[in-house]
T-cell receptor, first 114, second 111 residues
């Protein structure tokens, strides 16, 4: 069956531009996670959705980062006024029926900010 | 911060067993031990998890020490496709169920 799909797979942008990263989770998975993987910081958690709700946004690195999920399915991570330190691979994962279950990851979006 | 300690790297020969160790000395009674792996240019992939007893699945076995302060992921016959970074994860980051990844062990498999 279809896994977690992320688009685009690669994104190159100029400093100061806004970007949107998309995640399409496995059908029926109610929990959705965003992580970021960079050389300096390893793999870090950004935000969690249960359905369309994100109960805690404290993992987002700054107020330039926002995320939403609609229809309990697709999620979008938006980075405004991108900076070079935002360059990383952004990974999305989903799991069945909520938190604390096996997470299935997408291949990620590699973001490069020039 | 990650609560587990793993060797930075390990090498194995193809078709031989591999034992990947992990220390989790601060583990609580309700923390599961999870293993994920990340192949080059891919997202992490679930391997196995357990609480107290040893666990087996089609990918690997997980041997958990009696005091639960350490565990070992066992790949019974390494293949070239098993070359990846293996992450041992203790419990969850919080009620949201997020995983806290450390640096993992980079496994190289020689033909």
């Amino acid at each position: 069956g279809a896994g977690v799909s992320q688009s685009p797979s690669n994104k190159v942008t100029e400093k100061g531009k806004d970007v949107e990263l998309r995640c399409d989770p496995i059908s029926g998975h109610t929990a959705l996670y965003w992580y970021r993987q960079s050389l300096g910081q390893g793999l870090e958690f950004l935000i969690y959705f249960q359905g369309n709700s994100a109960p805690d946004k404290s993992g987002l690195p700054s107020d330039r980062f926002s995320a939403e999920r609609t229809g309990g399915s697709v999620s979008t991570l938006t980075i405004q006024r991108t900076q070079q330190e935002d360059s990383a691979v952004y990974l999305c994962a989903s799991s069945y029926r909520g938190a604390k279950n096996i997470q299935y990851f997408g291949a990620g979006t590699r973001l490069s900010v020039l | 911060d990650a609560k587990t300690t793993q060797p930075n790297s390990m090498e194995s020969n193809e078709e031989e067993p591999v034992h990947l160790p992990c220390n989790h000395s601060t583990i609580s009674g309700t923390d599961y031990i999870h293993w994920y792996r990340q192949l080059p240019s891919q997202g992490p992939e679930y391997v196995i998890h357990g609480l107290t007893s040893n666990v087996n699945n089609r990918m690997a076995s997980l041997a958990i020490a009696e005091d639960r302060k350490s565990s070992t992921l066992i790949l019974h016959r390494a293949t070239l496709r098993d070359a990846a970074v293996y992450y041992c994860i203790q419990g969850y980051g919080g009620s949201q169920g997020n995983l806290i990844f450390g640096k993992g062990t980079k496994l190289s498999v020689k033909p």
